[in-house]
Nanobody
């Protein structure tokens, strides 16, 4: 069982930046890692994904060019750098992991989420 703990959420003004972290309880160097988000009243949606090797980053169209996912396997941690934030980025952000090569869905392990709020 893999436990994931997110951190780094908070309140920031539109146009600002935040960096989220997700640390796993076990070695995740062979896992696909992803970030998802859920805004109030909406379904959870895919944000970004990175392969076990750190390559093949994949982004939702809504965040492409503004968000960047990267990982440090030595620390069992995946990061989401969020720039040029918009009010519509407000959501609870979740980290996810899978022992298989996943992209936009199919992740087995999920964190509890961290709140990101962007003020206009």
């Amino acid at each position: 069982q893999v436990q994931l703990v997110e951190s780094g959420g908070g309140l920031v003004q539109a146009g600002g930046s935040l960096s989220l972290s997700c640390t796993a309880s076990t070695r995740t160097f062979s896992y696909s890692m992803g970030w998802f988000r859920q805004a109030p009243g909406k379904e959870r949606e895919f944000v970004a994904r990175i392969s076990w090797s750190g390559g093949s980053p994949l982004y939702a169209d809504s965040v492409k060019g503004r968000f960047f996912i990267f990982r440090d396997n030595a620390k069992n941690t995946v990061f989401l750098q969020m720039n040029s934030l918009k009010p519509e980025d407000t959501a609870v952000y979740f980290c996810a992991a899978s022992g298989r090569d996943r992209e936009r869905d199919g992740y087995e392990y999920w964190g509890q989420g961290t709140q990101v709020t962007i003020s206009a």
